[in-house]
């Protein structure tokens, strides 16, 4: 099946500092989703982005679809203690992807914010 | 609105009994999926539906079945449980397939030994 390199697998950060991560693909995606996993509960979406070079912000997060279609960052500004999570990108609707579901995931970035 | 809804939070079961974990939503989604989480890996997808009446494999089915005798309900069987089942599981739902971001319950965190 399509893989999806997530980076960095964890990140140890103090609090205040800005936070990068980013997701590539060898297939090109026609949707990039970020999502944002708790302790004990399911992922909940943050950003959605739908065309290649999209810029999109929500708050202090901002993320990017790649022009190659091929990659997607996720950035956070001024990192608070709330952020706390794993933070998983996902693929939606490629081409040799099979079935209704499009989706694919990658391994996720374990953030951990020292105080 | 619930969302998605999926029950039980916690089980444990032996090697060869059966559990159906149980997902319902009620945002008049026609799509539902089962995904299943290992540790410090993505979700894999198992089963998905694109409506009622209508089931399909996904990429890690083997072990499980699935049924969706109505929009909101979408159950996951597994009647031979085994160790390598051991994970937790996420129901999810979303109006369309494509440009519709999924929504996720809360998981089911299942232990076979």
């Known amino acids: 099946g399509q893989q999806l390199n997530q980076s960095p697998q964890s990140m140890f950060i103090q609090e205040g500092e800005d936070v990068s991560m980013n997701c590539t693909s060898s297939?090109?995606?026609?949707?990039w989703l970020w999502y944002k996993q708790e302790p004990g509960e399911g992922p909940v979406l943050l950003i959605a982005?739908?065309?290649?070079?999209e810029l999109t912000s929500n708050g202090r997060l901002t993320a990017q679809f790649g022009i190659t279609r091929k990659d997607s960052f996720l950035n956070i500004s001024a990192s608070i203690p709330s952020d706390v999570g794993i933070y998983f990108c996902?693929?939606?609707?490629?081409?040799?992807?099979?079935?209704?579901?499009?989706?694919?995931f990658g391994k996720g970035t374990h953030l951990i914010i020292q105080p | 609105n619930a969302g998605v809804t999926q029950t039980p939070k916690f089980r444990i079961l032996k090697i060869g009994q059966s559990m159906t974990l149980q997902c319902t939503q009620d945002?008049?989604?026609?799509?539902m999926y089962w995904y299943r989480q290992d540790p410090g890996m993505g979700l894999k997808l198992i089963y998905y539906?694109?409506?009622?009446?209508?089931?399909d494999k996904g990429e890690v089915p083997n072990g499980y079945n699935v049924s969706r005798s109505t929009t909101e309900d979408f159950p996951l069987r597994l009647e031979l449980a085994a160790p390598s089942q051991t994970s937790v599981y996420f129901c999810?739902?979303?109006?369309?397939?494509?440009?519709?971001?999924?929504?996720f319950g809360n998981g089911t965190r299942l232990t076979v030994t």
């Open positions: 999810a739902s979303s109006y369309f397939e494509i440009l519709s971001p999924l929504h």
């Open positions: 297939s090109i995606f026609n949707t």
């Open positions: 982005l739908y065309k290649a070079g």
């Open positions: 996902a693929g939606q609707g490629s081409p040799s992807g099979g079935g209704a579901d499009g989706l694919t």
């Open positions: 945002m008049n989604h026609n799509y």
């Open positions: 539906s694109v409506g009622a009446g209508i089931t």
